[in-house]
Protein backbone atom coordinates (compact mmCIF):
# COMPACT_ATOMS: atom_id res chain seq x y z
CA UNK A 1 0.00 0.00 0.00
CA UNK A 2 1.23 3.67 -0.81
CA UNK A 3 0.39 6.76 -0.18
CA UNK A 4 -1.18 7.42 -3.59
CA UNK A 5 -3.55 4.51 -2.76
CA UNK A 6 -4.54 6.99 0.16
CA UNK A 7 -4.98 9.96 -1.85
CA UNK A 8 -7.13 8.37 -4.78
CA UNK A 9 -9.34 6.31 -2.08
CA UNK A 10 -9.92 9.66 -0.07
CA UNK A 11 -10.83 11.54 -3.19
CA UNK A 12 -12.79 8.98 -4.23
CA UNK A 13 -14.60 9.10 -1.00
CA UNK A 14 -15.27 12.55 -0.61
CA UNK A 15 -16.45 13.12 -4.63
CA UNK A 16 -18.82 9.77 -4.02
CA UNK A 17 -18.15 9.92 -7.65
CA UNK A 18 -14.44 8.55 -9.76
CA UNK A 19 -15.23 10.90 -12.97
CA UNK A 20 -15.23 13.81 -10.27
CA UNK A 21 -11.91 12.64 -8.13
CA UNK A 22 -10.40 11.92 -11.61
CA UNK A 23 -10.71 15.70 -12.76
CA UNK A 24 -9.48 16.89 -9.02
CA UNK A 25 -5.93 14.50 -9.06
CA UNK A 26 -5.80 15.25 -12.72
CA UNK A 27 -5.06 11.36 -13.07
CA UNK A 28 -7.44 9.18 -16.14
CA UNK A 29 -10.60 7.47 -14.21
CA UNK A 30 -9.29 4.10 -15.24
CA UNK A 31 -6.36 4.49 -13.38
CA UNK A 32 -7.88 5.51 -10.61
CA UNK A 33 -10.18 3.23 -10.67
CA UNK A 34 -7.77 0.60 -10.80
CA UNK A 35 -5.99 1.97 -7.77
CA UNK A 36 -9.05 1.60 -5.98
CA UNK A 37 -9.66 -1.93 -7.07
CA UNK A 38 -5.77 -2.85 -6.00
CA UNK A 39 -6.13 -0.98 -2.82
CA UNK A 40 -9.40 -3.48 -2.12
CA UNK A 41 -7.61 -6.82 -3.14
CA UNK A 42 -4.65 -5.67 -0.85
CA UNK A 43 -6.85 -4.83 2.00
CA UNK A 44 -8.79 -8.10 1.70
CA UNK A 45 -12.34 -6.20 1.89
CA UNK A 46 -14.58 -3.69 -0.32
CA UNK A 47 -14.51 0.00 0.36
CA UNK A 48 -16.94 0.86 -1.90
CA UNK A 49 -21.08 -0.25 -2.57
CA UNK A 50 -20.94 0.52 -6.40
CA UNK A 51 -24.36 0.31 -8.65
CA UNK A 52 -24.80 2.29 -11.69
CA UNK A 53 -26.20 5.51 -10.04
CA UNK A 54 -23.93 5.61 -7.03
CA UNK A 55 -20.77 4.89 -5.31
CA UNK A 56 -21.12 4.78 -1.14
CA UNK A 57 -18.90 4.08 1.14
CA UNK A 58 -18.86 0.67 2.82
CA UNK A 59 -19.41 0.31 6.81
CA UNK A 60 -15.86 -0.57 6.70
CA UNK A 61 -15.06 2.07 4.17
CA UNK A 62 -16.04 4.77 6.32
CA UNK A 63 -13.67 3.64 9.07
CA UNK A 64 -11.10 3.10 6.51
CA UNK A 65 -11.58 6.60 5.32
CA UNK A 66 -10.73 8.08 9.03
CA UNK A 67 -7.86 6.49 9.51
CA UNK A 68 -6.70 7.01 5.71
CA UNK A 69 -7.52 10.68 6.11
CA UNK A 70 -4.94 11.04 9.57
CA UNK A 71 -2.20 9.18 7.81
CA UNK A 72 -2.10 11.60 5.00
CA UNK A 73 -2.52 14.42 7.31
CA UNK A 74 0.16 13.17 9.75
CA UNK A 75 2.63 12.46 6.15
CA UNK A 76 1.89 16.51 5.25
CA UNK A 77 3.45 17.56 8.29
CA UNK A 78 6.25 15.19 8.49
CA UNK A 79 7.24 16.65 4.87
CA UNK A 80 6.96 20.37 6.32
CA UNK A 81 8.54 20.19 9.22
CA UNK A 82 11.55 18.39 7.51
CA UNK A 83 11.70 20.43 5.01
CA UNK A 84 12.07 23.57 7.26
CA UNK A 85 14.37 21.75 9.03
CA UNK A 86 16.18 20.63 6.07
CA UNK A 87 16.26 24.46 5.21
CA UNK A 88 18.27 24.96 8.04
CA UNK A 89 15.63 27.09 9.81
CA UNK A 90 14.94 24.84 12.98
CA UNK A 91 11.27 25.53 12.83
CA UNK A 92 11.81 29.17 13.88
CA UNK A 93 13.08 32.58 12.72
CA UNK A 94 13.61 35.69 14.96
CA UNK A 95 13.13 38.84 12.75
CA UNK A 96 13.75 42.40 14.37
CA UNK A 97 11.47 45.04 12.76
CA UNK A 98 10.09 48.99 12.98
CA UNK A 99 6.46 49.33 12.75
CA UNK A 100 6.00 52.36 10.96
CA UNK A 101 8.71 51.69 8.52
CA UNK A 102 7.84 48.30 7.45
CA UNK A 103 4.00 48.69 7.57
CA UNK A 104 3.86 48.04 3.85
CA UNK A 105 6.62 45.60 3.85
CA UNK A 106 6.47 43.34 6.50
CA UNK A 107 2.56 41.83 6.33
CA UNK A 108 2.79 40.59 2.79
CA UNK A 109 6.19 39.70 3.38
CA UNK A 110 4.60 37.49 6.78
CA UNK A 111 1.39 35.86 4.46
CA UNK A 112 4.13 34.59 1.43
CA UNK A 113 6.28 33.09 3.96
CA UNK A 114 3.64 31.35 6.30
CA UNK A 115 1.44 30.28 2.93
CA UNK A 116 5.31 28.44 1.79
CA UNK A 117 6.21 27.05 5.25
CA UNK A 118 3.28 27.05 7.77
CA UNK A 119 5.10 25.03 10.00
CA UNK A 120 7.64 27.45 10.33
CA UNK A 121 7.20 30.07 13.54
CA UNK A 122 8.50 33.67 12.91
CA UNK A 123 9.03 35.65 16.31
CA UNK A 124 8.43 38.98 15.90
CA UNK A 125 10.44 41.52 17.72
CA UNK A 126 9.71 45.11 17.61
CA UNK A 127 13.07 46.73 18.56
CA UNK A 128 15.04 50.30 17.49
CA UNK A 129 17.34 49.93 15.45
CA UNK A 130 20.35 50.29 17.84
CA UNK A 131 18.86 46.91 19.30
CA UNK A 132 18.20 44.97 16.29
CA UNK A 133 21.70 45.63 15.35
CA UNK A 134 22.83 44.35 18.31
CA UNK A 135 20.46 41.26 18.28
CA UNK A 136 21.75 40.33 15.23
CA UNK A 137 25.35 40.52 16.05
CA UNK A 138 24.30 38.26 19.63
CA UNK A 139 22.49 35.70 17.26
CA UNK A 140 19.20 36.29 18.78
CA UNK A 141 17.74 37.64 15.01
CA UNK A 142 18.00 36.21 12.14
CA UNK A 143 16.75 39.42 9.91
CA UNK A 144 16.09 42.60 11.00
CA UNK A 145 13.89 45.25 9.21
CA UNK A 146 15.40 48.18 9.46
CA UNK A 147 16.26 52.03 7.99
CA UNK A 148 19.78 51.72 6.01
CA UNK A 149 22.56 53.70 8.80
CA UNK A 150 25.93 54.48 8.34
CA UNK A 151 28.19 52.00 7.08
CA UNK A 152 30.14 51.89 10.51
CA UNK A 153 27.29 50.73 12.31
CA UNK A 154 26.57 48.09 9.74
CA UNK A 155 29.71 46.42 9.91
CA UNK A 156 29.79 42.60 9.38
CA UNK A 157 26.22 42.91 8.27
CA UNK A 158 24.38 42.58 4.93
CA UNK A 159 22.09 44.97 3.95
CA UNK A 160 19.47 44.37 0.99
CA UNK A 161 17.31 47.58 0.31
CA UNK A 162 13.74 47.06 0.39
CA UNK A 163 12.25 50.48 -0.11
CA UNK A 164 12.83 54.17 0.01
CA UNK A 165 10.50 56.70 1.16
CA UNK A 166 10.32 60.62 0.96
CA UNK A 167 10.41 62.61 4.75
CA UNK A 168 7.17 64.53 5.10
CA UNK A 169 5.77 66.66 8.18
CA UNK A 170 3.02 65.31 10.51
CA UNK A 171 0.77 68.15 12.47
CA UNK A 172 -1.91 67.59 14.06
CA UNK A 173 -4.99 68.68 12.15
CA UNK A 174 -5.94 71.45 13.74
CA UNK A 175 -2.55 73.17 13.24
CA UNK A 176 -1.93 76.10 11.38
CA UNK A 177 0.19 74.59 8.87
CA UNK A 178 -2.34 71.63 8.24
CA UNK A 179 -3.76 73.53 5.56
CA UNK A 180 -0.93 74.10 3.82
CA UNK A 181 -0.05 71.53 0.85
CA UNK A 182 3.31 71.56 0.94
CA UNK A 183 5.79 73.34 3.47
CA UNK A 184 9.38 74.58 3.51
CA UNK A 185 12.08 74.03 5.70
CA UNK A 186 12.23 77.41 6.67
CA UNK A 187 8.77 77.25 7.67
CA UNK A 188 9.47 73.79 9.74
CA UNK A 189 12.69 75.47 11.67
CA UNK A 190 10.14 78.06 13.21
CA UNK A 191 8.10 75.31 14.78
CA UNK A 192 9.18 73.09 17.86
CA UNK A 193 10.17 69.46 16.81
CA UNK A 194 9.40 66.24 17.91
CA UNK A 195 11.79 63.61 17.27
CA UNK A 196 12.74 60.27 18.14
CA UNK A 197 15.36 59.37 20.39
CA UNK A 198 18.85 59.77 19.34
CA UNK A 199 20.02 56.92 21.45
CA UNK A 200 17.84 54.52 20.02
CA UNK A 201 17.30 56.23 16.63
CA UNK A 202 20.69 57.83 15.42
CA UNK A 203 20.10 57.37 11.87
CA UNK A 204 17.00 59.24 12.43
CA UNK A 205 19.14 62.48 13.85
CA UNK A 206 21.86 61.88 10.67
CA UNK A 207 18.66 62.32 8.70
CA UNK A 208 17.88 65.59 10.19
CA UNK A 209 20.95 66.79 10.04
CA UNK A 210 21.78 66.02 6.54
CA UNK A 211 17.55 67.72 5.47
CA UNK A 212 18.35 70.91 7.65
CA UNK A 213 22.57 71.27 6.46
CA UNK A 214 21.81 73.64 4.14
CA UNK A 215 19.75 76.14 6.37
CA UNK A 216 20.98 78.38 8.77
CA UNK A 217 18.52 78.05 11.49
CA UNK A 218 18.01 74.55 12.79
CA UNK A 219 15.12 73.62 14.13
CA UNK A 220 14.10 72.94 18.27
CA UNK A 221 14.08 69.65 19.42
CA UNK A 222 11.09 69.68 22.46
CA UNK A 223 10.58 66.20 22.66
CA UNK A 224 12.22 63.13 22.00
CA UNK A 225 10.55 59.53 21.90
CA UNK A 226 11.71 56.11 21.68
CA UNK A 227 8.53 54.88 19.54
CA UNK A 228 6.17 55.92 16.94
CA UNK A 229 3.20 55.75 19.03
CA UNK A 230 4.31 58.52 22.11
CA UNK A 231 5.86 60.28 18.96
CA UNK A 232 1.86 60.01 16.98
CA UNK A 233 0.41 61.05 20.07
CA UNK A 234 2.77 64.19 21.22
CA UNK A 235 2.13 65.59 17.41
CA UNK A 236 -1.65 64.77 17.65
CA UNK A 237 -1.76 67.02 21.21
CA UNK A 238 0.24 70.14 19.61
CA UNK A 239 3.10 69.24 21.40
CA UNK A 240 4.91 69.75 18.16
CA UNK A 241 5.43 69.08 14.54
CA UNK A 242 7.64 66.06 13.48
CA UNK A 243 9.52 64.87 10.59
CA UNK A 244 8.63 61.56 9.41
CA UNK A 245 8.57 58.93 6.32
CA UNK A 246 5.44 59.25 4.08
CA UNK A 247 4.80 55.77 4.94
CA UNK A 248 3.50 56.74 8.31
CA UNK A 249 0.18 57.64 6.62
CA UNK A 250 -0.55 53.62 6.76
CA UNK A 251 -0.67 53.85 10.65
CA UNK A 252 -1.89 57.54 11.58
CA UNK A 253 -5.05 57.27 9.29
CA UNK A 254 -6.90 60.99 10.16
CA UNK A 255 -5.16 61.59 13.45
CA UNK A 256 -2.36 63.82 11.76
CA UNK A 257 -2.02 65.67 8.57
CA UNK A 258 1.25 64.58 6.35
CA UNK A 259 2.17 67.27 4.43
CA UNK A 260 5.39 67.38 1.91
CA UNK A 261 8.30 69.45 1.90
CA UNK A 262 9.12 71.78 -0.37
CA UNK A 263 12.26 71.43 -2.45
CA UNK A 264 13.36 68.39 -0.76
CA UNK A 265 14.50 65.31 -1.91
CA UNK A 266 16.09 63.40 0.68
CA UNK A 267 14.83 59.71 1.18
CA UNK A 268 14.69 57.15 4.14
CA UNK A 269 15.96 53.55 2.90
CA UNK A 270 14.47 50.70 4.62
CA UNK A 271 16.01 47.36 4.07
CA UNK A 272 16.67 43.87 5.52
CA UNK A 273 20.13 43.24 7.56
CA UNK A 274 21.43 39.93 8.80
CA UNK A 275 24.79 38.50 9.53
CA UNK A 276 25.89 36.12 6.30
CA UNK A 277 27.99 33.89 8.53
CA UNK A 278 24.59 32.93 10.37
CA UNK A 279 22.24 32.91 7.55
CA UNK A 280 19.52 30.19 6.66
CA UNK A 281 18.28 29.10 3.56
CA UNK A 282 15.04 29.88 5.71
CA UNK A 283 15.80 33.37 6.65
CA UNK A 284 17.09 33.73 2.90
CA UNK A 285 13.66 33.01 1.63
CA UNK A 286 11.94 34.83 3.93
CA UNK A 287 13.96 37.97 3.31
CA UNK A 288 13.63 36.81 -0.93
CA UNK A 289 10.03 37.59 0.16
CA UNK A 290 10.37 40.60 1.63
CA UNK A 291 11.90 42.55 -1.11
CA UNK A 292 9.29 40.66 -3.79
CA UNK A 293 6.50 42.43 -1.66
Known amino acids: MELRHLRYFVAVA ?9 LKLHVSQP ?7 DLEEEIGFPLFERSAQSLRLTAAGKVFLAGATEVLQ ?3 AAVEKARAIALGGGGEIHV ?10 LPPALRKFQAEFPRVRVQLHDLSTEEMLAQLRAG ?3 VAL ?24 AVAPSHPLARWKAISLEQVAREPLVAYSRGDYPEYHEDLAAIFAGL ?20 ESGRGIALV ?12 KLIPLKAVKHEIVVGAAWRPEKSSPVAEKFIALAQAT
Open 31 to 37: GISRQIR
Open 245 to 256: PDVLSCMVGPRL
Open 216 to 235: KNRPRIVEEHDGVTSLVAAV
Open 14 to 22: EAENVSRAA
Open 146 to 169: LVKTRPAMLRGLEFLELARYRMCV
Open 140 to 142: KLQ
Open 74 to 76: HAA
Open 96 to 105: GYAPSLTVQI
